[in-house]
């Protein structure tokens, strides 16, 4: 089993979108949340369209990508891409939002992700952000439980109503 020790996290480059892309479209499925009717094929383009626009949007918004990976054997197994310095709408507070993150599915359940949400917190707070933020899928139960025990707290709640369309 790998223990954190054996794990880094660096600064993700523009070497890393093809891993990145690749993760970020395994993982897509549990993001789709279950009143929605997107099938994963279209989700699955969205992911990759977003993916690709990560340099575009690197140079208009405070983004930041970082890789976790295995030191020995540098093998990339996780990511998290965070949006600094973003004002809450409802109080004006300076936060940061967990765009995305993922582990590889063989590393999972290996309490791996502390080691991202760590870094996370930890550039939050350089750049002098008051809180961490993230959304969550209701369907996605494993993260929410990780999201939990990180120390997280659900702040609201986002409705949805499926709405009838013209044919």
């Known amino acids: 089993m ?12 523009e070497e890393d979108l093809p891993f990145i892309k690749k993760l970020a ?8 949340p279950p009143t929605r009717n997107a099938p994963v094929f279209k989700v699955r383009a969205s992911v ?5 626009m990560l340099p575009q949007i690197a140079l208009t ?6 890789i976790l990976e295995v030191i020995k054997t540098k093998e990339k197994i996780g990511y998290i891409i965070l949006l600094l310095n973003q004002l809450e709408p409802s109080t004006g507070e300076k936060q940061t939002i967990i765009q ?4 590889l599915p063989q590393y999972r359940g290996k309490h791996l992700w502390k080691l991202l949400l760590e870094k996370a917190e930890e550039v939050a707070i350089e750049n002098g952000n008051f809180y961490l933020t993230g959304l969550v899928t209701i369907s996605n ?3 929410f439980v990780t ?3 990180f120390g997280f707290q659900v702040e609201r709640y986002q409705v949805v109503k499926k709405l009838p369309q013209n044919q």
């Not at 918004?61 to 970082?66: A, H, I, Q």
């Not at 995305?100 to 582990?103: H, I």
């Open 2 to 13: 790998l223990d954190r020790k054996e794990c880094r996290i660096r600064s993700g480059t």
């Open 25 to 32: 479209v395994l993982a897509c499925e549990t993001s789709i």
């Open 48 to 52: 990759e369209q977003f993916i690709n």
């Open 61 to 66: 918004l405070p983004l930041r990508t970082y």
């Open 100 to 103: 995305d993150y993922a582990l």
């Open 141 to 143: 139960k494993a993260s």
């Open 147 to 149: 999201a939990e025990k």
